[in-house]
Nanobody, 116 residues
Framework: QVQLVESGGGLVQPGGSLRLSCAAS????????MAWYRQAPGKERELVAA???????NYADSVKGRFTISRDNAKRMLPLQMNSLKPEDTAVYYC??????????WGQGTQVTVSS
């Protein structure tokens, strides 16, 4: 049984920082990309940041320069460092692993709320 579990969400003031983590367990084979997505109420799910097996990264324009995706292979973790948070960053954030055959593993999501 493969599981992805997100953690680190919460309430933060504008301009603050949060660090999200995604912990993977079980047997996951042929993963070629790992990513964070987010979905706000009434909005479509969107890609926030992704990292491939080759180490390439890409970010949504709205988070470039503020968010950083990385990997901790030893701990099987996928961190997302979020700085200079804005109210429009408020959403449920989901961890995603994609296999070479296109199959996606998803976490349950963690809530991030940016508000004063």
């Amino acid at each position: 049984q493969v599981q992805l579990v997100e953690s680190g969400g919460g309430l933060v003031q504008p301009g603050g920082s949060l660090r999200l983590s995604c912990a993977a367990s079980g047997s996951i084979f042929s993963v070629n990309a790992m990513a964070w997505y987010r979905q706000a109420p009434g909005k479509e799910r969107e890609l926030v940041a992704a990292i491939t097996s080759s180490g390439n990264t890409n970010y949504a324009d709205s988070v470039k320069g503020r968010f950083t995706i990385s990997r901790d292979n030893a701990k099987r973790m996928l961190p997302l460092q979020m700085n200079s948070l804005k109210p429009e960053d408020t959403a449920v954030y989901y961890c995603n692993f994609r296999r070479l055959d296109g199959f996606n593993y998803w976490g349950q999501g963690t809530q991030v709320t940016v508000s004063s």
